[in-house]
């Protein structure tokens, strides 16, 4: 129940997260087309002591959630108003027991989500990564409060998009305050368009306990279909976006892309320095591969 849960409350963002591929001159090059296995790790590092069974949670138990100016380029078919209804399981393993079964049964799952933030002057759009971010779902004696501290891009082509993701869940008695349950996670999401506007997803999520060591893994398959054109987001949780996605782009010298409005913005403060990902393929060349 805590992983489908979990599933739930991170795929309701997760669409939102690809990886960066900009470029670097006035002429779009074609692009560097990031790739990488999947591959679930044998064990996680333990929690923090704060976070084990019984102890008392505050607002101060969490990792504080600093804001962060990461942008992803995404391909075209990703972007936009998506919807999903339902979900089939198909896999779970038990690491304790050693048992497996294919149940593969068809779970309701209705999911309204958008994807992209902004689009760059040739029309490539961009994804604002939310991570690290929270999430909490009362119930009527606990709460479940998610910590997503991970959100990496794993592959990115023109075809297949796989991200990966790293969170830790407690349960919390509401009365106590204390503790009644710590698990972490780690997801890795596969996307493949199958006609347009629908894409197939596949999620394989592996749960570890407080200490790291494998609990259970699951593995299922949904269909996501189109419900609406992509539309920039301009304000989000406070911020303003286009503000963001100026300053990330001119910290990583891709000026020449940006939209004249957005070039124009009052000064804001710098995106970082972290290095780019993958190159946005220019429109004559949207496939093709170039050094990184």
């Keep these: 129940m805590i992983m489908r849960l979990l599933k739930i409350l991170s795929l309701a963002?997760?669409?939102?997260?690809?990886?960066?591929?900009?470029?670097?001159?006035?002429t779009a090059k074609a692009p560097v087309l990031l790739t990488g296995g999947v591959e679930h790790s044998e064990r996680l590092e333990p929690v923090a002591p704060q976070l084990l069974p019984g102890s008392v949670f505050t607002n101060q138990t969490l990792p504080p959630v600093d804001p962060n100016?990461?942008?992803?380029?995404?391909?075209?078919?990703?972007?936009?108003?998506?919807h999903s209804d339902y979900e089939r399981i198909?896999?779970?393993?038990?690491?304790?027991?050693?048992?497996?079964?294919?149940?593969?049964?068809?779970?309701?799952?209705?999911?309204d989500l958008f994807i992209g933030f902004q689009?760059?002057?040739?029309?490539?759009?961009?994804?604002?990564?939310?991570?690290?971010?929270?999430?909490?779902?009362?119930?009527?004696?606990?709460?479940?409060?998610?910590f997503v501290r991970v959100r990496d891009p794993i592959q990115v082509t023109a075809d297949r998009v796989v991200i990966r993701l790293v969170q830790t869940s407690v349960v919390v008695d509401k009365s106590?305050?204390?503790?009644?349950?710590?698990?972490q996670q780690e997801q890795f999401n596969t996307y493949v368009p199958v006609e347009q506007g629908v894409v197939n997803v596949r999620t394989s999520i592996k749960s570890f306990g407080a200490d790291g060591?494998?609990?259970?893994?699951?593995?299922?398959?949904?269909?996501?279909?189109?419900?609406?054109?992509?539309?920039?987001v301009d304000t989000y949780q406070g911020r303003d976006?286009?503000?963001?996605?100026?300053?990330?782009?001119?910290?990583?010298?891709?000026?020449?892309?940006?939209?004249?409005?957005?070039?124009?913005?009052?000064?804001?403060?710098?995106?970082?320095?972290?290095?780019p990902l993958n190159q946005v393929p220019s429109s004559a060349n949207p496939g093709g591969n170039a050094p990184q």
């Design 119 to 146: 689009p760059d002057k040739n029309g490539q759009i961009w994804e604002y990564k939310r991570a690290p971010y929270t999430a909490t779902v009362e119930a009527d004696s606990s709460f479940q409060t998610m």
């Design 213 to 232: 060591s494998p609990l259970v893994q699951e593995e299922s398959a949904k269909v996501v279909v189109d419900r609406g054109p992509f539309r920039p």
């Design 241 to 275: 976006m286009r503000i963001l996605f100026r300053d990330f782009m001119l910290a990583r010298g891709y000026g020449s892309l940006l939209p004249p409005a957005i070039l124009s913005l009052p000064e804001a403060s710098s995106a970082g320095d972290q290095a």
């Design 69 to 82: 100016n990461e942008w992803y380029w995404i391909p075209g078919w990703y972007a936009g108003q998506k």
């Design 13 to 26: 963002v997760v669409l939102s997260l690809l990886p960066v591929c900009p470029v670097s001159s006035q």
């Design 90 to 111: 198909l896999q779970d393993v038990d690491f304790r027991s050693g048992q497996q079964i294919t149940p593969n049964s068809l779970v309701t799952n209705r999911q």
């Design 176 to 183: 106590t305050h204390r503790i009644l349950r710590t698990e």
